[in-house]
């Protein structure tokens, strides 16, 4: 069945969003609360390191989601599911979903947003948020120039989601 990928920077909300997806009855995966990605350093799979990564080791590792595993996500899904999250190999893998929907959100939102994360956890630390702006910096029009749907990520989970679908009926899902 048709899966869509959900993504955008760190603090957009994809987490949120697949929540309330699924709240809704729609499959809905998430690539890091469902172990569905891992870090890799070139192929050889590795594990993130428990202390925060510098900028060196983010240079040299990516975060894959695997194909197969869309593959077996798209399988077993019945009507039109979801997979939310952000992946180093996004272009390895979008031609295996229906649809791409890039959530979007300006630079004092995404701080606020990582401001509230637990201590330790990704996007905590002033690094992180560095990395995650200068990620996040081209995102859009990166990922419009290549067909995504881009949603405004500025509101509570229940309006982006309601957007999300909106988006998607026009272009024929959902």
């Not at 899966?3 to 760190?10: A, E």
């Not at 929540?19 to 890799?40: I, V």
């Not at 039109?80 to 190999?89: A, E, H, R, S």
């Not at 029009?141 to 500025?154: C, F, P, Q, T, W």
């Amino acid at each position: 069945m048709p899966l869509v990928y959900v993504t955008g920077p760190s603090g957009a909300g994809k987490s949120t969003v697949g929540a309330e997806l699924a709240r809704r009855g729609f499959p809905s995966y998430d690539t890091d609360l469902d172990r569905l990605s891992h870090w890799y350093r070139g192929d050889q799979l590795v594990a993130h390191p428990d202390a925060a990564a510098d900028d060196r080791w983010y240079a040299e590792h990516v975060l894959r989601l695997p194909p197969e595993t869309v593959r077996r996500l798209a399988s077993a899904t019945t009507g039109l599911g979801f997979v939310c999250g952000t992946v180093g190999n996004e272009g390895e893998i979008w031609e295996l979903f229906a649809a791409v929907v890039s959530l979007s959100l300006d630079d004092a939102s995404i701080r606020a947003r990582l401001a509230t994360r637990a201590p330790g956890s990704f996007g905590s630390t002033p690094d992180d948020v560095r990395r995650i702006l200068g990620w996040a910096a081209t995102i859009d029009e990166d990922n419009s120039r290549y067909g995504a749907l881009l949603v405004d990520a500025s509101g509570p989970g229940d309006e982006v989601a309601d957007l999300i679908l909106s988006g998607l009926r026009e272009r024929g899902l959902g």
